[in-house]
């Protein structure tokens, strides 16, 4: 299914020349908006406008968007291969190369491990794939290498929700915010929820994959209420008619004391979870150990707010969910996900309109592309498997740190890096991480810009293309259509990251990159989905896969064709029959964030203040973004919120420069007061780095990387990490720091 456009693909505006496509990475996030790419008749990217024509987000864009020709045209990007001696890491004293030197390198460097030590001793990393991570599974699997990863601890990003929902419904749930219509709110079959929880996610500012914020505010305009679970006062907030402003760290908690009231209250759908439903006796008997009075005192939330939020969801006919990555960065995000995702789904919830639907495909390739290259002998040696059994396509993070610092069982001599500024941004403890990687032989990166991680550690760099210097296609994600990625301008010598890709596939491993070009990869992509090619595809995406509802009762969500959902069970597994099986926990449970106030009390007279980290800012997408003149200038400084009452107890100003420091590391702030903040706890975004620093103190990442205070510390699951809950004290900043 197609959207009829009123104009073609490419078409001339006076004298520029417009190109419909879509904005994925990079620079960017996860949404894919709808765009309109405008280049003069020297082919430069001049301007970018939303589409109207997209249903998605009907021409409305971000910053981040509407400032894209700064980044693209921009005098510090990376123009030409680089590459310095081995012995210089952390110098500034690149050389320019070719791209034939540069791959040639790489090649030669990367067989030749693989000869003396097996190809598992070459890491494959990413950061943000966005629609690139297909391509670097590709490349990992084909090469025979298993550790294909992220340097996350706990993965804590969106992939516990994703492997959680696997593991008790059998495939993802969305919110259903008519996206998968074409013509959107005004489709007969589709209804607006009555409430949306927004969960831990300020959607208006950021979201996962394929979501976009102004849908809420859609809803909200034509009725639906919104109960928002956040500790800060968001503006979303503002306009909740419930707002619970939870403890960091204490969500499981929160929602477990809200299935307590609806159970013990009676207010669950009794037929959908007699017909639908595994384990509701086992989930009863478990809820019973969080009364309101107990939730209330670990959560923060008063009793009452906590009783009218979960009343409110259980009369909503229907209500949605949209949740953030608050949930995965907390060490227990398995259970906490678990947990949240049982409210919509002993109500009712799942697969009706205006519900929590399972899309027709989640992030196609979420699994990773190309597993069957990979023998089963190499994936026996994935890191961390055997700790971890979730972990059944990636190697799992915080076992790869401990296996560089140890050499067990196997040393690691190569490392390649793509879509990843991690000593900025993901890394915990990013100064014991950067310790741990030197000791790797030979490292390859792709970046749009220098960055730390690359000054500090890379041997050789590709300069990567922006997404309007490119093809590409984005299949599923958020699964609701397939959009392509048009190329419209060229920047120096810069490649796509899937042209990078597929020239350094097929030196690797020839029979499983047997394309051409990269359009020739994309049509055999497309194939199975619409049959179509990628130039077929340019002409007409966003294409709609056909959507129904209802599909757990029609047979469609099992590739046996019975009825019910894709789990052992055939329902839903409130006691997970997957979860047992690897010796977790089957019913979802609390463990309080430690350190913090419930877990280690002896820290607070030291530590009094709870930290939050990583908010999100309208300007800048992670680590990205800092070097863009106009986006730092709508966020200048790495900044910490905090209470006004706060601020005056430490003796400390509004705006001025302080440590944030606990028993783990510190890292400088800038201090704005502000009463949205909760007295006990103080809020920083993180990421951040100084393009104008000095290139060889890397920028002054440690100074700033809020990171400095987490540890790598998942969870018993393997998925998780308290990137979001910590302790902290506050002081000014001496003369000469």
Not at 261 to 269: F, K, P, R, S
Not at 658 to 681: H, L, S, Y
Not at 693 to 721: A, C, H, M, R, T
Request: glycine share 8%.
């Amino acid at each position: 299914m197609f959207v009829d456009h009123e104009k073609p693909f490419r078409y001339k505006e006076g004298d520029l020349t417009v190109t419909r496509g879509s904005a994925w990475s990079g620079p960017g996030c996860h949404l894919g908006c709808g765009v309109l790419l405008y280049t003069d008749e020297e082919g430069k990217l001049v301007k970018v406008e939303g589409d109207p024509e997209n249903p998605y987000n009907q021409g409305r864009l971000c910053p981040r968007c509407l400032d894209l020709p700064e980044v693209t045209n921009h005098e510090d990007r990376l123009l030409y291969p680089l590459k310095r001696d081995p012995t210089d890491r952390g110098k500034d004293t690149w050389k320019r190369i070719g791209w034939d030197e540069a791959f040639d390198l790489i090649e030669l460097k990367f067989k030749e491990i693989k000869r003396e030590y097996g190809p598992e001793a070459v890491l494959f990393m990413q950061g943000t794939g966005r629609d690139i991570a297909p391509y670097i599974t590709r490349l990992c699997w084909s090469f025979g290498s298993p550790n294909f990863s992220l340097f996350l601890s706990g993965a804590a990003c969106y992939v516990p929700r994703v492997i959680g929902l696997a593991g008790t419904v059998g495939a993802f749930l969305v919110p259903d915010c008519s996206q998968v219509h074409p013509d959107r709110y005004d489709n007969p079959e589709y209804c607006i929820p009555e409430t949306i929880f927004i969960w831990g996610n300020n959607c208006v500012v950021s979201n996962s994959d394929g979501f976009f914020g102004h849908w809420v505010v859609d809803l909200m305009k034509r009725g639906s209420k919104i109960v928002v679970i956040d500790p800060k006062v968001t503006w979303l907030a503002s306009k909740a008619a419930a707002h619970l402003r939870v403890r960091p760290g204490t969500d499981a908690a929160l929602a477990l004391g809200m299935l307590y009231v609806i159970i013990n209250e009676d207010l669950y759908d009794h037929d959908f979870v007699d017909k639908w439903c595994y384990g509701f006796d086992e989930l009863r008997e478990r809820v019973q150990e969080y009364p309101v009075e107990r939730v209330a005192r670990i959560t923060w939330v008063p009793e009452e707010k906590i009783i009218t939020a979960a009343r409110l969801l259980a009369q909503s006919k229907p209500a949605a969910l949209e949740w953030g990555v608050a949930v995965d960065m907390t060490k227990e995000a398995i259970p906490a996900g678990q947990a949240i995702s049982t409210l919509f789904e002993i109500t009712g919830n799942i697969e009706v309109p205006g519900g929590m639907i399972v899309p027709p495909e989640i992030l196609k390739y979420v699994g990773g592309w190309g597993k069957d290259l990979l023998p089963a002998e190499a994936a026996e040696k994935r890191i961390g498997q055997k700790k971890y059994p979730l972990f059944a396509s990636e190697a799992q993070p915080d076992c790869i740190v401990e296996q560089l610092e140890t050499g067990e069982p196997y040393r690691i001599h190569g490392a390649w890096i793509q879509t990843s500024n991690f000593l900025s941004c993901m890394a915990a403890d990013p100064q014991r991480l950067y310790r741990a990687i030197k000791t790797i032989d030979f490292i390859a990166y792709v970046d749009l810009f220098m960055t730390p991680t690359a000054m500090a550690l890379a041997d050789v760099i590709l300069p990567a293309a922006t997404f309007p210097e490119r093809n590409g296609i984005r299949l599923g994600d958020g699964a609701q259509r397939g959009e392509t990625i048009n190329k419209v301008t060229s920047i120096g010598e810069c490649k796509s990251d899937m042209e990078i890709n597929l020239e350094l596939g097929r030196r690797f491993n020839p029979e499983a990159w047997p394309w051409e070009t990269v359009e020739e990869m994309f049509t055999f992509l497309l194939k199975d989905d619409t049959g179509m090619t990628f130039e077929e595809l340019q002409q007409k995406a966003p294409a709609y896969p056909p959507f129904e509802y209802h599909r757990h009762e029609k047979g469609m969500l099992r590739k046996d064709g019975a009825v019910g959902f894709n789990t052992a069970t055939g329902r839903i597994e409130l006691w997970s029959t997957f979860y047992q099986s690897v010796g977790l926990d089957p019913l979802p449970y609390f463990e309080e964030p430690s350190p913090g106030p419930g877990a280690t009390p002896e820290l607070m007279e030291e530590y009094p203040l709870v930290l939050t980290t990583g908010a999100r800012t309208w300007s800048m997408f992670h680590s990205e973004h800092r070097q863009v003149k106009r986006m730092r200038a709508l966020h200048p400084d790495p900044i910490i919120e905090v209470h006004p009452t706060t601020l005056e107890r430490f003796g400390l100003r509004d705006g001025e420069w302080v440590w944030v420091e606990n028993q783990f590391g510190r890292a400088k702030r800038k201090t704005v007061a502000t009463p949205v903040i909760d007295p006990r706890m103080c809020s920083t975004d993180h990421a951040w780095w100084l393009p104008e620093g000095d290139p060889e103190s890397f920028y002054d990442v440690f100074e700033l990387n809020i990171n400095n205070l987490v540890q790598w510390s998942p969870g018993k699951s393997g998925f998780g990490s308290n990137y979001k809950t910590a302790l902290c004290k506050i002081y000014r900043i001496q003369e000469g720091e």
